[in-house]
Nanobody, 125 residues
């Protein structure tokens, strides 16, 4: 089992920045890829960004490319999502996720094996 605990969500003005954190514990050797998904009210959960846990290869959704940066501190078992230039379409419940599959297969919520509880991001205009 892998446990994921997110933090860092909150209220920020449009154009502002926010950093989300996700602490990973448990059987992390089962994890190849980690990432972030988000879900706004009335919408499906969507992929945001992913990174391979060991190699650090990144991948982003087009909607956040150039504005968000995913990273991990392997020694601290922590995953981050640095969000810049937040837009009115970014508010959602952001979930940390982990999976045994490759980066390419991590684009769908069905590919994640473990989930955090979510942290809310709100953008004011």
């Amino acid at each position: 089992q892998v446990q994921l605990v997110e933090s860092g969500g909150g209220l920020v003005q449009a154009g502002g920045s926010l950093r989300l954190s996700c602490v990973v514990s448990g059987h992390t050797f089962n994890t190849n890829t980690m990432g972030w998904f988000r879900q706004a009210p009335g919408k499906e959960r969507e992929f945001v960004a992913a990174i391979t846990w060991l190699g650090g290869t990144e991948y982003y959704a087009d909607s956040v490319k150039g504005r968000f940066i995913i990273s991990r501190v392997y020694a601290e078992n922590t995953l981050y999502l640095q969000m810049f230039i937040l837009k009115p379409e970014d508010p959602a419940l952001y979930y940390c996720a982990a999976g045994r599959g490759s980066l390419r297969t991590f684009l769908s919520p069905q590919s994640a094996d473990y989930w955090g509880q979510g942290t809310q991001v709100t953008v004011s205009t």
